[in-house]
């Protein structure tokens, strides 16, 4: 197998594990329509390393295992971060590096959260919108500068 290959799963797996160590961990406050899932500040990684991509996936798919709300959260919630990651790759200003979580998530898990906990989707947009806002804008943009100056 291929160096650069071993180097990208083991970033990829690294990724996955910070993810949902953080997240369980973290879980009074990382789950249901209310939530601040902190781990979500690394969806802005990908900008930096696409080994984040399937990292993230992964790491959210294993904490969603761990106390989502059934299969359709394991499956969609995951889906969904997955397309967030990938379409953060292709943002071309660091500041933008934010928009693609919040919006797939508030729309996409705030969705299909509001229909199984039986609450109106415009509360399930709103909280994961604003949650996923506060993960991504005011804890992820600051890791995200961080970690391009420590890398000068």
Avoid: H
Avoid at 5 to 31: C, D
Avoid at 83 to 88: G, K, Q, S, V, W
């Amino acid at each position: 197998m291929d160096k650069e290959y071993i180097r990208f799963l083991s970033r990829a797996g690294l990724y996955a594990a910070i993810y949902a160590v953080l997240t369980v961990v973290l879980a009074p406050i990382s789950y249901g329509i209310m939530q601040i899932r902190v781990a979500e500040a690394l969806t802005v990684l990908p900008l930096l390393d696409r080994a984040a991509i399937p990292g993230l996936f992964i790491g959210c798919l294993i904490a969603n295992v761990v106390g989502g709300v059934g299969f359709i959260d394991i499956g969609l919630g995951s889906i969904f971060t997955l397309i967030a990651a990938y379409l953060t790759s292709k943002v071309k200003k660091d500041w933008q590096a934010p928009i693609p979580p919040v919006i797939i998530n508030a729309l996409g898990v705030g969705t299909y959260l509001s229909i199984l906990l039986k609450t109106p989707v415009y509360w399930g947009i709103f909280w994961v919108g604003l949650g996923e806002s506060i993960a991504c804008f005011g804890l992820g943009l600051p890791l995200l500068y961080f970690i391009k100056r420590i890398k000068k």
